[in-house]
């Protein structure tokens, strides 16, 4: 299987069961706490590696005790640190998470620290990883303007980008041109489109946008519904296996994960 390199973030999820999502002023108490590695950069990481990939993972944590979280994670999955970076300034990202028990479904706030935070020289310390892999994953929790550097030394050398556009923000219409795929969910693609998603005529719309800026391929995930896939040559919908829903917190990381890993392996 081909390397995969994975830029994002690392953040440290601080997860509460709750029976009842708490109201604005409201406290409610909860079933379960638990504390262990996240961000979507991570998460993918991790996946991939189970998946069977190459990784390499770049990104940074802060000088404190949530960066032995990290580098634990990593090191316990054979996964190299060579490319995470310490910041002596900004502390290692936090996910707080609330997962309802009864349907699953979460909320997150995240706060991404040092993660927000790499330097431009710090990527191009990494330029050997990025160009020797055959594909980038890359997300949005980062700082934009090493996401869009690590995404240029990317298309520059052939490697095929796989955007996870989350969270998400107003990106430049230049970060499109050349992408090979991108994976937004139902939410995220009509933030960045305008459009809004309710029949297979605005999903066309929608993924028009994108082809239209220069994405090659566009997958929209549309939760329990499935996904809409649309290439130069296709539009296809893939309805999603029925399951019953325990936790939805990295549903999407795990779907960008799995896909990768696919196409590294050289699946089509």
Same mark, same amino acid.
């Given at each position: ?29 909860? *079933? ?9 950069? *991570? ?226």
């Amino acid at each position: 299987m081909s390397k995969v390199t994975v830029f994002g973030s690392f953040v440290v999820d601080l997860m509460a069961r709750v029976t009842v999502t708490p109201k604005s002023g409201e406290t409610v108490k909860g *079933s379960y706490f638990k504390m262990s590695a996240g961000g979507k950069g *991570s998460n993918q990481a991790v996946a991939a590696k189970r998946a069977g990939a190459n990784v390499v993972m770049i990104t940074k944590v802060g000088q404190d005790n949530f960066k032995d979280i990290d580098l634990t994670s990593f090191e316990r999955e054979e996964i190299s640190t060579v490319f995470i970076f310490i910041d002596n300034e900004k502390p290692t990202g936090v996910a707080l998470i609330m997962v309802g028990e009864e349907d699953g479904q979460n909320i997150i706030t995240v706060v991404p620290g040092a993660s927000d935070n790499i330097l431009l020289e710090e990527v191009k310390k990494a330029k050997n990883e990025i160009i020797s892999g055959s594909h980038l994953l890359i997300q949005l929790e980062t700082n934009l303007d090493v996401t869009i550097e690590a995404i240029n030394i990317a298309k520059e050398n052939n490697v095929k980008v796989i955007l996870n556009p989350a969270p998400v923000i107003n990106l430049p219409d230049a970060i499109y041109e050349g992408i090979y795929l991108i994976t937004p969910n139902e939410l995220e693609a009509e933030s960045l489109s305008g459009v809004k998603i309710n029949d297979e005529k605005s999903l066309i719309k929608t993924t028009n946008f994108f082809h239209e800026k220069g994405v090659e391929n566009v997958i929209i995930t549309l939760g329990s519904k499935g996904v809409y896939i649309s290439t130069k040559s296709e539009r296809v919908f893939v309805e999603a296996i029925e399951v019953e829903v325990v936790d939805t917190t990295g549903a999407g990381d795990a779907f960008n994960v799995g896909l990768v890993a696919a196409l590294a392996s050289g699946r089509k």
